[in-house]
């Protein structure tokens, strides 16, 4: 059984090689992160197994991938990338890497949330062109923060807030316990939380779920933090809010396009923090994430 990372960068090439075992399914690495979809077929040559970090395959492209047979995405947002309900009936498996930076993407959250505490990239902007800023900062501790989804990442981020010093409440859509962390209705977390940090998978049901109505249900100057997918929130509504004040300042590490277009309203705005879909991009996960890909490679190869 042969597989091709399509899309690999130097790094994850690098930890790729270091990490394949002897006797491991056959996997050629494409060392070009900047492929495009069309080129699926050609780079697979009839291999059964794409490995894709973040490069679309639409189900017309994957219906001339005739011998593909399982792709292994890099992560946990497929969905973003490819349609696995379109691919499972063309017979090819969409498979799912979870849990692999959930420190990392926890870690950048709380940098997200600090920054629009205290503003630090708007005073070093503004230090560089000659502006002396020294807005009034938001202090954290003692402060409420809401987390919308629990899953790894947002046990991690109780985690951090919790030792500086932090209330945290959460909501998840199935029933969770967690020590110091107070589970409590989506309505309730939107008017307390002085801080709201979103962790959800996206899927139809989350699709948009942070709509108009809960961006307006939230506490006047309220932080809002995305890690998790950009089509969660209703872009439009969280633009005005960020303009009226209601959101005093959001930490933006996904889009719904991506990469973000210069010219795009979210970049004209002061009160905005903006990473390159990032917060995952750390030694330590890719070590993780392409260690879970292999053995998803060796599974399929034995044919587990």
Excluded at 53 to 81: M, N, Q
Excluded at 163 to 187: T, Y
Excluded at 289 to 304: F, T
């Amino acid at each position: 059984m042969r597989g091709v990372f399509v899309d690999a960068n130097d790094s994850l090439a690098v930890i790729f090689e270091r990490l394949e075992q002897p006797g491991d399914p056959k996997v050629r690495i494409n060392r070009d992160p900047d492929i495009t979809s069309d080129q699926y077929p050609a780079l697979l040559d009839g291999a059964e197994i794409a490995v894709v970090d973040h490069t679309a395959l639409p189900t017309e492209i994957a219906k001339k991938c005739t011998e593909l047979k399982h792709v292994v995405f890099l992560g946990t947002g497929a969905r973003s990338y490819m349609n696995p309900e379109e691919l499972a009936e063309l017979g090819i498996e969409v498979h799912l890497i979870k849990g692999y930076g959930d420190t990392a993407v926890a870690e950048c959250a709380i940098a997200l949330m600090w920054e629009g505490a205290r503003g630090l990239a708007s005073m070093d902007r503004g230090i560089r062109a000659g502006n002396w800023l020294r807005d009034d900062a938001m202090q954290l501790t003692g402060k409420t923060l809401g987390l919308i989804g629990y899953g790894g990442i947002a046990a991690e981020v109780a985690r951090i807030a919790l030792g500086s010093g932090m209330r945290v409440i959460a909501w998840n859509r199935s029933p969770k316990k967690h020590p110091k962390v107070e589970f409590v209705e989506l309505d309730e977390l939107l008017s307390e939380s002085d801080v709201i940090s979103i962790h959800l998978l996206l899927n139809d049901e989350t699709r948009g779920m942070v709509s108009r109505a809960c961006i307006e249900a939230m506490k006047l100057g309220v932080i809002l933090v995305n890690t998790a997918r950009g089509a969660i929130v209703d872009e439009e509504a969280m633009i005005e809010a960020l303009k009226s004040g209601q959101i005093r300042h959001a930490g933006l590490d996904v889009f719904n396009i991506e990469p973000l277009p210069a010219d795009h309203p979210l970049t004209k705005l002061p009160n905005v923090t903006l990473s390159a879909h990032s917060a995952f991009r750390t030694p330590e996960a890719s070590e993780n994430l392409i260690g879970a890909a292999l053995e998803h490679c060796r599974r399929i190869a034995k044919g587990k």
